[in-house]
């Protein structure tokens, strides 16, 4: 098999696993929906670490005794810093100290911990909705703006395809969180908004490619008008993407867990955007019926030959 019959084969495969991935995230978004953060739902977060670690089970039965109510419990470092969540529901807490009643309980067992509260934070509810309709401002904007761009520059095929990568990246790496429960924050959303502007590139520069080609080689199929600017521009793709993920990969490592969400989406959403830029952005066009000549055909309408 030659390589431009492999490439071929690679695309349309990758174009049909990527709509099954894209109902597969859909059903997670139906099904479980997001796990929304205490920046849009309000409610309590209050972080401290203890002495020695202490396993989950363990730390969730001592918190029973001061929050009846639902709550989140995470923990990181090897069990020695917590993270508790609770709704906006000051029935969910029974008094402002509990915190120094568990450390007391902690300190009076046989083994000794010692608890050290780091931070407690309170956001309304109130607030939450707002940062929920300002952010979905956000998208709706960036996704109109992008729709204008990509409609003044491409041939509407071409756009598309562009429209349908940033869609498939989107809706993958919300997907991704709804199957897996991680917390979706405000630093989430901005690493949804970095994504459309990463695949958004990626397709750009995909597409630009593919109406160079056009333009010079109008004789040939579009088929191989494809993989040739897949080609041209692989090299610079795997290079681009790979230095962002080393990148990525060092902030989720080394950052903490604040960054963890932040760090997924972005790792999640490049890894993606790069398969999507060869897939569908590229693919999508093809499918649509556009042909190689298609500026040859305009050119001729605008200015026929004698």
């Known amino acids: 098999m030659t390589r431009m019959a492999w490439l071929t084969k690679f695309r349309v495969a990758g174009f049909y696993l990527s709509l099954g991935l894209v109902l597969l995230a859909l059903a997670g978004l ?5 796990n929304l953060g205490l920046d849009f739902t309000g409610g309590y977060l209050t972080e401290f670490s ?26 990181a470092e090897q069990g020695t810093y917590w993270t508790v969540r609770q709704a906006d529901n000051v029935s969910s807490v029974q008094g402002a100290d509990w915190l120094d009643k568990l450390a007391q309980e902690l300190a009076a067992k046989p083994r000794a911990i010692t608890l050290v509260p780091q931070d407690a ?8 909705e707002e940062l929920i309709e300002q952010g979905g401002l956000a998208l709706l904007t960036a996704a109109v ?3 204008l761009y990509l409609a003044i520059r491409f041939e509407w095929r071409l756009a598309t395809g562009a429209v349908a990568a940033l869609c498939h990246d989107v809706i993958l790496v919300l997907g991704l969180f709804a199957w897996t429960g991680l917390s979706f924050d405000l630093t989430v959303l901005a690493s949804i908004l970095a994504i459309i502007g990463y695949s958004l590139n990626d397709s750009i520069i995909v597409g630009d490619k593919v109406r160079e080609l ?53 790792f999640a959403g490049i890894l993606v955007g790069t398969f999507s830029s060869v897939a569908i952005s590229a693919t999508v066009p093809q499918l649509l019926g556009l042909t190689a000549d298609y500026y040859q055909k305009q050119q001729e309408a605008v200015c026929p030959l004698p």
Do not use: C, H
């Open 145 to 147: 703006v992008i729709l």
């Open 121 to 128: 934070i309170y956001m309304g509810s109130q607030v939450g």
């Open 30 to 34: 139906f099904s479980r929906g997001l």
């Open 214 to 266: 056009m333009k010079r080689q109008s004789d040939a199929s579009m088929e191989t008008v494809i993989n040739l600017a897949i080609q041209s521009t692989l090299v610079r793709t795997l290079i681009t993407s790979g230095t962002t993920l080393a990148t990525i990969l060092s902030v989720w490592l080394l950052a903490g867990t604040s960054l963890n969400g932040f760090s997924v989406a972005l």
């Open 50 to 75: 203890t002495s020695e670690a202490v396993s989950q089970q363990e730390m969730r039965r001592a918190l029973s005794a001061y929050l009846p109510g639902d709550f989140a419990l995470s923990s």
